[in-house]
Nanobody, 123 residues
Framework: QVQLVESGGGLVQAGGSLRLSCASS????????MGWFRQAPGKEREFVAA????????NYADSVKGRFTISRDNAKNTVYLQMNSLKPEDTAVYYC????????????????WGQGTQVTVSS
């Protein structure tokens, strides 16, 4: 069983930055691909970014490419999402997720989820 706990959300002005963290319990973090998803009010959950076990492969949604960076520290059992040049449309609850082996852009393929952290970007 993997438990994920996100942190780092908050209120920021447009153009600002935030760094989200997702800490994982257990000793097998390095065996999981990790993803970040977000869900805005009234909208479906959408893919943001994913990273492979070794960090060699990273994928981003077109809407965040060039502004967001996903990274991980396997020694700390933590995955990060650095968000720069934030826009009001980035406002959402952000979730991290884990799945065995390979990263995916599909939320249905992830086995474990955190509780989410709210990101609000004001204009």
């Amino acid at each position: 069983q993997v438990q994920l706990v996100e942190s780092g959300g908050g209120l920021v002005q447009a153009g600002g930055s935030l760094r989200l963290s997702c800490a994982s319990s257990g000793r097998t973090f390095s065996t999981y691909a990790m993803g970040w998803f977000r869900q805005a009010p009234g909208k479906e959950r959408e893919f943001v970014a994913a990273i492979s076990r070794s960090s060699l492969s990273r994928n981003y949604a077109d809407s965040v490419k060039g502004r967001f960076t996903i990274s991980r520290d396997n020694a700390k059992n933590t995955v990060y999402l650095q968000m720069n040049s934030l826009k009001p449309e980035d406002t959402a609850v952000y979730y991290c997720a884990a799945r065995t082996f390979f990263p995916s852009t599909s939320s249905g393929e992830y086995n474990y989820w955190g509780q989410g952290t709210q990101v609000t970007v004001s204009s």
